[in-house]
């Protein structure tokens, strides 16, 4: 990797000099409260873009599934691979007359296993894992039927980095990795191979994704909500001065896509390592001197090649956040339930540990995240009950939250051309 940066601050200071196009007023937080707009997302944002599903590991031989019970699109999804290896993506319903394929006892509930078929238990109809028909109970009974035309319907589906995304829209041309853009061939080389320890958790929340999102698309917030787990460089750095430790060392953005790199000290004993991290050689950061791969990082990584770098934090649209740190990678995905709930999804991937010891070093470290992520959270539901109450109309964005301003306009103009085009077609039909 060149030591050269590839990006620098403005000479300016700001860095929204870097992107004029944003502006710099209040955002209106009409996105995060109406439900109708709500409504419109689902329609222009979540139902016409990749959407990362889950990992290929999931379904590690031929006939391995998983789904998926996704509210955002009115569905639940089946990811299977193939007897041809394929991963393919499915609606999980039987186009017999529509029972859903694969679930168990609760059939709300997301299950994960390995079938040499898929089998609807309703009335017994078989079908090939590449979705296609091999026989319907009682083909004797059925008239005007073309077993060529009745299967799975598929959802499109594709991989890049051992992710698997699917995208619900019909007409979409583009591959996944075209989608990722510029910030995919930044992290190209990246080990993300498995196998993997992963941790994991999940919760529901009650309030808007996007209001989650923008918690990780700035550390501005660090000495002040993280001062539990954070006390010791809220100290150091003066509460309401410049903050070395806070202010990240680079934003980013590209199309709809955004990331910031930010400081830490790389995993390893500092002044302020606790006892507890003494005695687990770990810190939130990682098992100390731990690499997630003998590879050498990716160009797009620390981009800003600084000796202080600890960790990059990708958000790519809509609500996938891919967090890279000196041990592993961790994975966020914002689920919207409704216009004020979604559920947050937090798997974190270190490689295999080979001793006891390496094991309770990442144990540490996944506590230490799991309190830092619940720090995050702390404040959004009373938020987004003070949004809904209407009192304000927009939200004040400054330099350090330049990735908020692009979430949410980025969201607001998807929206707004989408329902252009929708009104156009509309239009176009009437008169045609
Ligand atoms: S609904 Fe699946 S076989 Fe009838
Ligand atoms: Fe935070």
């Given at each position: 990797m060149s030591d050269d940066p590839i990006v620098k601050k403005p000479e300016s200071g700001f860095w929204h000099d870097a992107y004029p196009e944003l502006g710099?007023?209040?955002?209106?937080?009409?996105?995060?409260?109406?439900?109708?707009?709500?409504?419109?997302?689902?329609?222009?944002?979540?139902?016409?873009n990749w959407l990362c599903v889950g990992r290929v590991e999931q379904v590690p031989k031929k006939?391995?599934?998983?789904?998926?019970?996704?509210?955002?699109?009115?569905?639940?999804?089946?990811?299977?691979?193939?007897?041809?290896?394929?991963?393919?993506?499915?609606?999980?319903?039987?186009?017999?007359?529509?029972?859903?394929?694969?679930?168990?006892?609760?059939?709300?509930?997301?299950?994960?296993?390995?079938?040499?078929?898929?089998?609807?238990?309703?009335?017994?109809?078989?079908?090939?894992?590449?979705?296609?028909?091999?026989?319907?109970?009682?083909?004797?009974?059925?008239?005007?039927?073309?077993?060529s035309k009745c299967s799975v319907p598929a959802i499109q589906c594709d991989t890049w980095g051992g992710f698997v995304f699917i995208n619900m829209d019909p007409d979409n041309k583009q591959t996944v990795r075209d989608f990722l853009g510029e910030f995919a061939d930044g992290l190209e080389g990246y080990d993300f191979d498995g196998p993997h320890q992963v941790y994991k958790f999940k919760a529901e929340l009650q309030c808007n994704w996007k209001i989650f999102m923008d918690g990780f698309a700035e550390s501005y917030h660090g000495p002040y909500l993280h001062a539990n787990s954070f006390g010791a460089l809220t100290e150091v750095a003066k509460m309401d001065a410049a903050n070395p430790y806070t202010d990240a060392l680079a934003y980013q953005l590209s199309g709809p896509h955004r990331m910031f790199s930010f400081y830490g000290e790389p995993s390893k004993e500092t002044p302020f390592s606790r006892p507890i991290e003494k005695l687990t050689?770990?810190?939130?950061?990682?098992?100390?001197?731990?690499?997630?791969?003998?590879?050498?990082?990716?160009?797009?990584?620390n981009p800003t090649r600084s000796d202080k770098y600890g960790f990059d934090s990708f958000q790519f649209f809509p609500n996938f956040v891919l967090i890279f740190s000196s041990s592993g990678f961790t994975t966020h995905l914002h689920w919207p339930t409704g216009p004020h709930s979604h559920i947050?999804?937090?798997?974190?991937?270190?490689?295999?540990?080979?001793?006891?010891?390496?094991?309770?070093?990442?144990?540490?470290?996944?506590?230490?995240?799991?309190?830092?992520?619940?720090?995050?959270?702390?404040?959004?539901?009373?938020?987004?009950?003070?949004?809904?109450?209407?009192?304000?109309?927009?939200?004040?964005?400054?330099?350090?939250?330049?990735?908020?301003?692009?979430?949410?306009?980025?969201?607001?103009?998807t929206v707004e051309e989408g329902e252009k085009e929708k009104n156009k077609n509309i239009i176009a039909k009437q008169g045609g």
């Open positions: 710099r007023g209040p955002i209106s937080l009409e996105d995060s409260v109406c439900p109708e707009f709500y409504e419109k997302e689902k329609e222009h944002v979540f139902r016409k006939g391995s599934y998983f789904t998926r019970e996704l509210a955002i699109l009115d569905t639940s999804v089946l990811v299977v691979r193939g007897k041809d290896d394929v991963i393919r993506a499915f609606h999980n319903v039987c186009p017999h007359r529509g029972n859903k394929l694969v679930w168990q006892d609760d059939p709300f509930k997301e299950m994960e296993g390995n079938a040499p078929l898929l089998y609807c238990r309703f009335h017994g109809w078989r079908f090939n894992l590449d979705g296609s028909l091999i026989k319907p109970s009682r083909a004797d009974l059925l008239l005007d039927f073309d077993g050689e770990s810190s939130p950061a990682g098992p100390w001197n731990k690499k997630p791969s003998d590879k050498p990082l990716p160009k797009g990584l947050i999804e937090v798997d974190m991937y270190f490689k295999p540990p080979t001793t006891h010891k390496e094991r309770i070093s990442q144990e540490l470290t996944v506590s230490f995240l799991n309190d830092i992520v619940l720090e995050d959270a702390s404040p959004l539901e009373g938020m987004q009950a003070m949004l809904n109450s209407r009192a304000l109309t927009h939200f004040h964005a400054n330099d350090e939250e330049i990735l908020v301003r692009h979430l949410h306009k980025v969201v607001q103009d």
